[in-house]
């Protein structure tokens, strides 16, 4: 059972229901992932070695998930930098507020499914990766 109380980014395996006539999987707010989603969107048609993100949110949590083909997140907590690669429509990684994150290593036709706890607020970006080390370093 993964501990959704330590908000420390988090790779979730999701329900799969394998079926011979294709297979289903499920997420479902406050169950599967620990946070109501309020907003979903999604990122495709990315050109070969385009570069999407570098930003934090203060308050915003979210989960990313590759429906198809794979793309690296790249987490930065303002000291280490982490590099999930996700390939799978089956699982899917939780991202905390407060972590410098960025995706890259976009593969032809992949799509990036992102669910998010909040509405859309330009204010809730942290967008200069000096002035987030400052926040998060003091
Ligand atoms: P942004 O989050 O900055 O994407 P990235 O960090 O990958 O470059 O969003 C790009 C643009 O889309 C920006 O002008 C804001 C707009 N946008 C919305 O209007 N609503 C949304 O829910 C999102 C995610 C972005």
């Known amino acids: 059972m993964i501990d959704f109380t330590t908000k420390v980014p988090v790779i979730i395996d999701l329900k ?3 079926d011979v006539r294709g297979n289903l999987s499920i997420i479902e707010g406050k169950k599967d992932i620990p946070f109501t989603i309020k907003r979903t969107y999604w990122i495709y048609d990315v050109p070969g070695g385009e570069i999407r993100g570098g930003h934090a949110y ?42 410098w994150r960025h995706m890259d ?10 669910l998010a706890d909040q509405e859309y ?3 809730d970006y942290i967008r200069d990766f000096d002035k987030f080390k400052e926040v998060v370093n003091g």
Not at 61 to 68: C, G, M, P, T
Not at 83 to 95: A, C, P, T
């Open 105 to 114: 290593n976009f593969s032809t036709n992949s799509f990036a499914l992102i």
């Open 16 to 18: 799969k229901i394998l």
């Open 58 to 99: 203060k308050t915003l949590h979210e989960f990313i998930v590759a429906l198809s083909g794979s793309f690296d997140v790249v987490l930065n907590n303002g000291k280490d930098e982490m590099r999930f690669h996700l390939n799978r429509s089956y699982y899917g990684l939780y991202v905390p507020n407060m972590y």
């Open 121 to 123: 607020d330009a204010g």
